[in-house]
């Protein structure tokens, strides 16, 4: 295991449609990340997990968002009935949490489109 | 509410020469500093980073400079090398609300190496 994996790369989807996407962080790694770029922006955090835990969520994570990481290793991100407007690259990223601060490792990412 | 500020949407440098890549926050509680680096239609790269204890950081080509007083860090890339050109990001963490190691990113800056 050399890094963050995502599956899929891709997603072209329906208006109105359900989907969902998944992460595989470092494997020794107990923090993971999601976060949605737009295009001329940058990253923007949407929720985050301590082992299996949800600690945080953003308020752009709205109740049609869902994330889980059930057994504190993978993570899935489901949006269900999606909007136009939810076309974005979804990253995940993963990091060892200590008292100072880490660095985060991101995976290649997502890529929705809404049609 | 842009926290972390990029002013730059672009730059352009010639091979072998240096490399400034500038960036301003606005959250003093702000206590660690990252740059990455993205291609296109792939996940963000961790380059360097920079606790608020130190105000210089460097490896390799890449050196990160922090002016805590005025809010500023820069990277500097020296020599500037064609592979370098993607579009760099800053992102700042705080051990606020939680440590929860969150990134906030700029809007990103898109450097151009000409051979």
């Known amino acids: 295991d050399t890094g963050v994996s995502q599956d899929p790369r891709h997603k072209i989807t329906k208006r109105g449609q359900n989907v969902t996407f998944r992460c595989d962080p470092i494997?020794?790694?107990?923090?993971l990340y999601w976060y949605r770029q737009t295009l001329g922006q940058g990253p923007e955090f949407l929720t985050y997990?301590?082992?299996?835990?949800?600690?945080?969520k953003s308020r752009l994570l709205s109740d049609r968002f869902s994330a889980e990481r059930p057994k504190g290793s993978f993570s899935t991100l489901e949006i269900q009935r999606t909007e136009q407007g939810d076309s974005a690259m979804y990253l995940c990223?993963?990091?060892?949490?200590?008292?100072?601060?880490?660095?985060?490792?991101f995976g290649q990412g997502t890529r929705l489109t809404v049609v | 509410d842009q926290q972390v500020k990029q002013n730059s949407p672009s730059l352009s440098v010639q091979e072998g020469r240096i490399s400034i890549l500038n960036c301003d926050y606005t959250n003093s509680m702000f206590d660690y500093f990252l740059w990455y680096k993205k291609y296109p239609a792939e996940g963000p790269t961790f380059l360097i980073s920079i606790s608020s204890i130190k105000d210089k950081n460097e490896d390799g080509r890449f050196t990160v400079f922090l002016n805590k007083s005025a809010k500023h860090l820069s990277l500097h890339i020296v020599p500037s090398q064609p592979g370098d050109s993607a579009v760099y990001f800053c992102?700042?963490?705080?051990?606020?609300?939680?440590?929860?190691?969150?990134?906030?990113f700029g809007t990103g800056t898109l450097l151009a190496v000409q051979p």
């Open positions: 990223a993963s990091s060892f949490y200590r008292a100072s601060n880490t660095e985060a490792f």
């Open positions: 997990f301590q082992n299996e835990a949800q600690l945080e």
């Open positions: 992102a700042a963490s705080g051990a606020y609300g939680g440590a929860t190691n969150k990134l906030i």
């Open positions: 494997s020794e790694h107990n923090r």
